[in-house]
Nanobody, 124 residues
Framework: QVQLVESGGGLVQAGGSLRLSCVGSGRSFSTIAMGWFRQAPGKEREFAAAINWSGGSTYYADSVKGRFTISRDNAENTVYLQMNSLKPEDTAVYYC?????????????????WGQGTQVTVSS
């Protein structure tokens, strides 16, 4: 069992930056892949970024590639999402997710554990 708690959301102007954190509990954290998803009002949850168990492999949605960076610190059981050059269309609730495998995935149904979400609002 893995429990996830996100933090770091907030209100930022377009062009600004935020860093989201996700702290996981459970002894298996360092062996599992992690992802960030987001959901805007009235829209389906969509993939943003993922990282494998070691941090050696990452994958991004086209919409965030070059602006967002996912990383992890297994010693601290934490995954980060650094978000730069934010746009109003990045406004959403951001969710951290974990799956019971080493490898990356980009569909919500491939993840087993979810955090409660953190709101990111980008003003124009």
């Amino acid at each position: 069992q893995v429990q996830l708690v996100e933090s770091g959301g907030g209100l930022v102007q377009a062009g600004g930056s935020l860093r989201l954190s996700c702290v996981g509990s459970g002894r298996s954290f360092s062996t599992i892949a992690m992802g960030w998803f987001r959901q805007a009002p009235g829209k389906e949850r969509e993939f943003a970024a993922a990282i494998n168990w070691s941090g050696g492999s990452t994958y991004y949605a086209d919409s965030v590639k070059g602006r967002f960076t996912i990383s992890r610190d297994n010693a601290e059981n934490t995954v980060y999402l650094q978000m730069n050059s934010l746009k109003p269309e990045d406004t959403a609730v951001y969710y951290c997710a974990a799956r019971r495998y080493h490898s990356i995935a980009n569909y919500p149904e491939e993840y087993d554990y979810w955090g409660q979400g953190t709101q990111v609002t980008v003003s124009s």
